[in-house]
């Protein structure tokens, strides 16, 4: 069955430090992808998404995405992260000839000043 | 901007009450989706309607119905609720997955409590 699997429920990170949330994917064929944040008590806002072309994709609030056919995986990337960031992130995947997403479970981001 | 709103942001309710939640978009999106958030299970698509009158079973509908009278409005009910129904609902649209500018827009969410 096809499935988005986010392995970390939970991550702490200090202010400025790197950040890499894990995404899996598992699809008969290369799915389209996304990345969706989420802050307290809102709905989900998209920050970047993979069709093809490319395997880096840059987003919105200076987060990029790497598309890894071999790993099957689409890993969120952020150099610095700032306080604001602190949020609920969501991975999700559809084939083309749906419009169904299968979202994972999400990691919970959490900064320390 | 795409703008998608539920009539509610937080809603109690009573065991076996008839709840009905709506959502309205404003971008002439063909799509509507109806989830369900938990902790832990992430989000999970209860119906999705790719045109007006049109409607599609998600992952877990037992329990709701959906209706979609007007393109810019999708309404999700709960014939009688019940606690285990308590949950966090988002609304979403989007155009058709062919288009080259695909993604789901979301509303805020509306908290549901049944008591």
């Known amino acids: 069955a096809q499935s988005v699997t986010q392995p970390d429920i939970h991550i702490t990170v200090s202010e400025g430090a790197s950040l890499e949330l894990r995404c899996n994917y598992s699809?008969?064929?290369?799915?389209?992808l996304f990345w969706y944040v989420q802050s307290p008590g809102q709905g989900l806002q998209l920050l970047l998404k993979y069709f093809s072309g490319d395997t880096l994709v840059q987003g919105i609030k200076g987060f990029e995405a790497e598309f890894k056919r071999s790993q099957s995986s689409f890993n969120l990337r952020k150099p610095s992260v700032h306080w604001s960031d602190a949020a609920e992130y969501f991975c999700?995947?559809?084939?083309?000839?749906?419009?169904?997403?299968?979202f994972g479970t999400g990691t919970r981001l959490q900064v320390f000043p | 901007d795409v703008k998608v709103t539920q009539s509610s942001r937080y809603l109690v309710k009573r065991t076996g009450e008839k709840v009905f939640l709506e959502c309205v978009q404003d971008m002439d999106h063909e799509n509507m989706f109806w989830y369900r958030q938990d902790p832990g299970l992430g989000l999970r698509l209860i119906y999705f309607?790719?045109?007006?009158?049109?409607?599609e079973k998600g992952d877990i509908p037992e329990g709701y119905s959906v209706s979609r009278e007007k393109k810019e409005r999708f309404s999700l009910i709960l014939e009688s609720a019940s606690t285990n129904q308590t949950s966090m609902y988002l609304c979403a649209s989007s155009l058709s997955v062919a288009s080259s500018s695909y993604e789901q827009y979301f509303g805020p969410g509306t908290r549901l409590t049944v008591t």
């Open positions: 309607s790719y045109d007006v009158k049109m409607k």
């Open positions: 999700a995947a559809q084939t083309y000839n749906t419009d169904k997403l299968i």
């Open positions: 699809y008969g064929a290369t799915p389209y």
